[in-house]
């Protein structure tokens, strides 16, 4: 299944293949992302433990230039790398991203894309986000299109609904990923409740990105004791910055992986 921008600036609409009900299986022994057999390999079909997942696409308006974001099959390897490693956490399949860091007449010139849901999440309440993170396959070139911390970052558009700002119902909050354990390969599941950094693109509160905060800082700041923060939009992103071409599977939202196939996204059951 294509969600993408393809280079030529043509939107490629999405030919949905009709997929079969998954049925839930029982619980199986989990990691620290809820992983069947604690190494994210699962059944190897794709199936797994859970259900087709609806509303996931590239966020158009989130979008900019030509960017790809592509449910795909793989990426397997890189060549002579076997184990777990060597292939997608969740069935055979991941979502692709390809962004460029000089193709608009924009400033800066570089592309953006989010991969989201801007139903699901719609008016879940911040501060009951717990369980957040993805695994991704990041490559050597990555690392020298931008540093070990040209990743992409997970999103979600929110109403900060802080006292202090009565008129402002719009922010993003963004996880900026440390750099990736090992490159051209999988990575193991990464936190993003307990490693990297976040903040929030309005300036709403002292959490910006010059001003690093942690998840549970970034949380604390949006308590001022207004109404509480809630979610717009969830999506992982890449953009705007540097170059990257890689994938990304198994992201965890609360006590659910969705799960990256090339015939859709499935969500996942966790503990």
């Not at 997929?19 to 079909?45: E, M, Q, R, W, Y």
């Not at 060597?86 to 390809?98: D, K, N, Q, V």
Request: net charge negative; aromatic share 8%.
């Amino acid at each position: 299944m294509r969600f993408a921008k393809r280079r030529g600036g043509t939107l490629v609409a999405a030919a949905v293949a009709a997929i079969a009900a998954a049925t839930l299986l029982g619980a199986a022994p989990a990691s620290a992302d809820g992983s069947p057999n604690g190494n994210g390999n699962g059944n190897g079909n794709g199936n797994g433990n859970g259900t087709s997942a609806d509303h996931w696409g590239v966020i158009t308006r989130n979008t900019i230039g030509s960017p790809v974001a592509e449910l795909r099959n793989g990426p397997f390897g890189s060549f002579g790398v076997t184990g777990p490693a060597a292939r997608p956490p969740y069935g055979t399949g991941s979502l692709g991203i390809e962004v460029a860091d000089n193709s608009t007449t924009l400033n800066p010139p570089s592309e953006k894309v989010d991969f989201g849901n801007e139903v699901d999440f719609f008016g879940d309440r911040v501060r009951d986000l717990r369980n957040l993170g993805f695994h991704v396959f990041q490559t050597g070139e990555n690392v020298t299109y931008g540093g070990p911390e040209n990743m992409p970052n997970i999103r979600f558009e929110i109403d900060p609904n802080l006292s202090a700002l009565p008129a402002d119902n719009y922010s993003t909050m963004v996880w900026v990923p440390d750099a990736a354990p090992v490159t051209n390969r999988w990575s193991p599941f990464l936190d993003a409740t307990t490693t990297g950094y976040w903040y929030l693109t309005g300036n709403e509160t002292t959490c910006t990105q010059a001003a690093q905060c942690t998840f549970a800082e970034l949380k604390a700041s949006l308590d001022d004791g207004g109404e509480e923060a809630t979610v717009l939009t969830a999506a992982v992103g890449k953009g705007r910055d540097h170059m990257w071409i890689g994938a990304v599977d198994g992201l965890r939202i609360n006590n659910r992986v969705y799960d990256f196939e090339e015939d859709g996204v499935r969500e996942r059951r966790v503990g």
